[in-house]
T-cell receptor, first 115, second 114 residues
Framework: AQTVTQSQPEMSVQEAETVTLSCTYD???????LFWYKQPPSRQMILVIR??????QNATENRFSVNFQKAAKSFSLKISDSQLGDAAMYFC????????????FGTGTSLTVIP | KAGVTQTPRYLIKTRGQQVTLSCSPI?????VSWYQQTPGQGLQFLFE???????NKGNFPGRFSGRQFSNSRSEMNVSTLELGDSALYLC?????????????FGSGTRLTVV
């Protein structure tokens, strides 16, 4: 089974600054999708950003961008101009393109935004 | 457009009892997946249903089961509850083609087993 590792249980960032959350994964597949989800205290998981493995270009969504290094199996999330509303648990997730709809999640990074 | 609705939000049950959780996906989403979230194990895949058929199952004992109805609503059932079943149970729906664009999650059902 694929494994997803988030090595930073907790991170903090000053409001308006930039923070990078790390994620690595282990797979023998060449075609897959990677996701970052945010889970605020309301508990609902919210999709932040998505990356297809076959695309070399890094995905961006407004203040959120990724650094996808396929050979290194690394998928980090950069949050620019951090806002108080960004405070949440962030989960990295992997989905195979070929073997069903199951997502494999990392253990999460708790992000605190300091005013 | 309504989101994924899970009921109830909170539930307290006694060991040995059984419980049924409900999930109504986004209109038009035919795939429904269930995940268990605990502090120790994180998010773990339970099963996925598509067009009333279980398409994929995670590594959970047979006490965990589910079903999907013709309107895509799904239920999951846990029988003979154990203390370790205390968790947040998340339902997620996706379009026909699968979750290549990601899931839409509900807010979960917090189950406490005492």
């Amino acid at each position: 089974a694929q494994t997803v590792t988030q090595s930073q249980p907790e991170m903090s960032v000053q409001e308006a600054e930039t923070v990078t959350l790390s994620c690595t994964y282990d797979t023998s597949e060449s075609d897959y999708y990677l996701f970052w989800y945010k889970q605020p205290p309301s508990r609902q998981m919210i999709l932040v950003i998505r990356q297809e493995a076959y695309k070399q270009q890094n995905a961006t969504e407004n203040r959120f961008s990724v650094n996808f290094q396929k050979a290194a199996k690394s998928f980090s999330l950069k949050i620019s101009d951090s806002q108080l509303g960004d405070a949440a648990m962030y989960f990295c997730a992997y989905r195979s393109a070929n073997t069903g709809n199951q997502f494999y999640f990392g253990t999460g990074t708790s992000l605190t935004v300091i005013p | 457009k309504a989101g994924v609705t899970q009921t109830p939000r909170y539930l307290i049950k006694t060991r040995g009892q059984q419980v049924t959780l409900s999930c109504s996906p986004i209109s038009g989403h035919r795939s429904v997946s269930w995940y268990q979230q605990t502090p120790g194990q994180g998010l773990q895949f339970l099963f996925e249903y598509f067009s009333e058929t279980q398409r994929n199952k995670g590594n959970f004992p047979g006490r965990f089961s589910g079903r999907q109805f013709s309107n895509s609503r799904s239920e999951m059932n846990v029988s003979t509850l154990e203390l370790g079943d205390s968790a947040l149970y998340l339902c997620a729906s996706s379009l026909v083609g699968g979750a290549t664009y990601g899931y839409t999650f509900g807010s979960g059902t917090r189950l406490t087993v005492v």
